[in-house]
C-alpha cells in the first residue's frame, strides 16, 4: 500500500503553505515548532520530495508542496462535511457554512434572503466571501468555500441548483441619442463602445456575445473592477455597457446621468443560484437552503415563478 499521510499531517502541510511560517502554522495547528517541522518532514522523505524550501527569511512552498495543499484542502473540507452531516442528519439546518458570492448579486440579494433564513434556522452561522464568480467556483471546487450564491457555474463537479433568472439592461449616458429610446435593437448598436467588467466575471461574457450580435467594440484597454466603476464611466460618455436586475433596481435613480434600456432582439439573462461540489456531504442543507432563497427571489420577482 502506498504511504498515506493522516489527517492531521495535512492539517500541518496546509497550515504551513497558507502561512508561510512553520512557528505560525505550529499554533494554528495547536502543536509545538518541532512537533510539526517532524511531521512536515517525515512527509517529505516518504513521498521522496521536498514540500517546502525554508531559508532564513522565508518558507517557500514547492510545486510538489502545491499540489499536495490543494489535496489536503479538499480532503479536509470532504471530511469536515462528512462529519457534520453525520452529527445533524436529524437536526435542521445548522452549523457554520462558508458562502462566497460575486458583488455584483450578493449585496442586492442577500439583504431579503438573511433575515428570514435566520429566523428559520437560527443555529446557522454563515461566514459571506465577495469575489469574481470564477475564483468562487475555484474556491469551492477546492473546499476553500462549502457554497457559492450567483450566476450558473462553467466548471465542472458543482451542482447547480437555480433559484431565480435576472434581467439584463443596457446602460447608456443620458445624453447618448438612444437615452430617447425605452428600448433598442442590437443592430442599433453598431461601432459603439462597451465597458465591461474584467476576467472571471460571467458578464463579460454577456458583452462580448452582444458585441458578436450587434457589431459594437470592447473597449479592450480598460476592464472595470466593478459595476459601480463601469456606471460611472457611462455616466461620463466613456461607453455603454450591461447591468444586471437587481444592481439596477438597487442603484440607479431617475436623476443618474445613465438610461437603462431594454435590448428587444437580444434574449439574454443571468441565471442565478447556489451552487455546491457534487455529492458533497451537506448536500441536503445546500438543497435547503437553496429553497429558501427561492422564496426570496419570487418575492423580489425574480424567481422561478415570477416570469421563467
Not at 431594454?262 to 455546491?276: A, K, P, T
Request: net charge negative.
Amino acid at each position: 500500500m502506498p504511504y498515506r499521510p493522516s489527517l492531521r499531517q495535512l492539517e500541518y502541510v496546509l497550515a504551513v503553505h497558507d502561512l508561510q511560517h512553520f512557528g505560525r502554522a505550529a499554533d494554528r495547528c495547536g502543536v509545538s515548532q518541532p512537533t510539526l517541522s517532524v511531521q512536515v518532514a517525515q512527509i517529505e522523505q516518504s513521498v521522496g520530495v521536498p514540500l517546502f524550501e525554508r531559508t532564513s527569511a522565508a518558507v517557500v512552498t514547492t510545486p510538489a508542496g502545491e499540489m499536495l495543499a490543494r489535496t489536503a484542502r479538499l480532503v479536509l473540507a470532504t471530511v469536515d462535511e462528512t462529519l457534520n452531516e453525520l452529527a445533524r442528519q436529524t437536526a435542521a439546518l445548522g452549523g457554520t457554512m462558508r458562502l462566497g458570492t460575486p458583488p455584483t448579486f450578493g449585496p442586492y440579494f442577500l439583504p431579503h434572503l438573511l433575515p428570514g433564513l435566520h429566523e428559520r434556522y437560527p443555529d446557522l452561522q454563515l461566514y459571506i466571501r465577495e469575489d469574481s464568480p470564477a475564483a468562487l467556483e475555484a474556491s469551492v471546487a477546492e473546499g476553500a468555500l462549502d457554497c457559492s450564491l450567483g450566476p450558473a457555474p462553467e466548471r465542472p463537479g458543482l451542482t447547480f441548483r437555480r433559484i431565480g433568472v435576472e434581467a439584463i439592461y443596457l446602460g447608456v449616458p443620458a445624453d447618448h441619442p438612444l437615452a430617447r429610446r425605452a428600448s433598442v435593437k442590437a443592430a442599433m448598436l453598431k461601432g459603439e463602445r462597451l465597458l465591461t467588467l474584467g476576467r472571471g466575471h460571467r458578464l463579460l461574457e454577456n458583452v462580448r456575445h452582444l458585441a458578436e450580435l450587434s457589431g459594437a467594440r470592447i473597449v479592450e484597454d480598460f476592464e472595470g473592477t466593478s459595476l459601480d466603476a463601469i456606471r460611472q464611466m457611462v455616466s461620463i460618455g466613456m461607453g455603454l455597457s450591461l447591468f444586471p436586475e437587481l444592481y439596477a433596481r438597487a442603484e440607479f435613480r431617475e436623476t443618474d446621468n445613465v438610461k437603462l434600456l431594454r435590448i428587444e432582439d437580444w434574449n439574454e439573462r443571468r441565471e442565478v443560484g447556489f451552487s455546491w461540489r457534487d455529492k458533497s456531504g451537506r448536500e441536503r442543507h445546500y438543497r435547503t437552503l437553496a429553497e429558501t432563497a427561492v422564496i426570496a427571489a419570487q418575492q423580489l420577482g425574480i424567481g422561478e415563478e415570477s416570469g421563467l
